[in-house]
């Protein structure tokens, strides 16, 4: 499967929106609950595979900070599937040698589960291979006007002068600080919308909406959603 792609064109950045688990438990007849665990098999399979093809960079959309708007229980199971994940799965990544981090506003999510994600950050802290980072409690609108927030702080503080802000210094107030722009955004379930994820990042990134449900993706699907992305022509506002 991996020979229809052509390693030169790899993206170095992956990005994905993981969607669809609550109509993948419906149409099984199983509460939502079951959709988001059967999740956890494909981000297993799609962080091996992604970290076998050396790819340098996944980062997935877990949870937004719209999706607190959701019936308490459901929030609940979700943040319990969090700590399990990284409970179970911290030493297969580890093993793996992924660099795991999260990105969005840890501050407001439970204070344990805070704690598991910055033991798990210093335990593959050094690890070579693929940086793996989570979208939690993330909303590309938050981030930006956090980093406005800090900018604008250190401007008050005589630190920074507004002439000074351009793209490069901006980047380095993102969540995703020191990580490059993906090439590519895979968005399972069919829904043609980025949901506030990665706005800024995103502004010429390929995007390949597959209506596989997040539960059903395997690692053909992911194969195939490169393979659309190396048939495309990028052109950044240029012509070719
Ligand atoms: C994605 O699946 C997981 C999260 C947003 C946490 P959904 O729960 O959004 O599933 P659908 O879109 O309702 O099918
Ligand atoms: C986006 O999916 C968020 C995640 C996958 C974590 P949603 O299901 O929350 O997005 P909408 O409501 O369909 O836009
Ligand atoms: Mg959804």
């Not at 593959?124 to 590309?140: D, E, Q, S, V």
């Amino acid at each position: 499967m991996t020979d229809m792609l052509d390693p030169d064109n790899i993206p170095e950045h992956i990005a994905i929106i993981m969607d669809g688990n609550g109509r993948w438990a419906q149409h099984r007849g199983l509460p939502r609950s079951m959709g988001h665990k059967a999740g956890l098999d494909s981000l297993r399979i799609v962080v091996r595979a992604l970290n076998t093809l050396g790819v340098k960079y996944l980062t997935v959309y877990a949870f937004s900070t719209e999706n607190w708007k959701r019936p308490k229980e459901e929030v609940g199971m979700l943040m319990s599937l969090i700590r399990e994940y990284i409970y179970r799965e911290i030493m297969a990544l580890h093993r793996q040698k992924v660099k795991l981090s999260f990105i969005g506003d840890l501050t407001g999510l439970p204070e344990d589960v805070q704690h598991r994600l910055s033991q798990a950050v210093e335990k593959t802290r050094m690890n070579p291979g693929m940086h793996f980072n989570i979208a939690l409690n993330y909303g590309g609108r938050e981030e930006i006007l956090h980093a406005a927030r800090c900018l604008a702080k250190q401007i008050r503080a005589g630190d920074m002068d507004p002439q000074d802000i351009d793209d490069q210094v901006w980047q380095k107030y993102l969540y995703t600080a020191g990580t490059p722009d993906p090439e590519l955004i895979i968005r399972t379930s069919g829904e043609m919308r980025l949901s506030n994820f990665l706005l800024w990042q995103g502004a010429y990134s390929e995007l390949v909406v597959t209506e596989c449900l997040w539960p059903d993706f395997r690692e053909d699907d992911l194969l195939e959603a490169i393979r659309e992305f190396q048939g495309r022509q990028r052109r950044f506002g240029g012509v070719t």
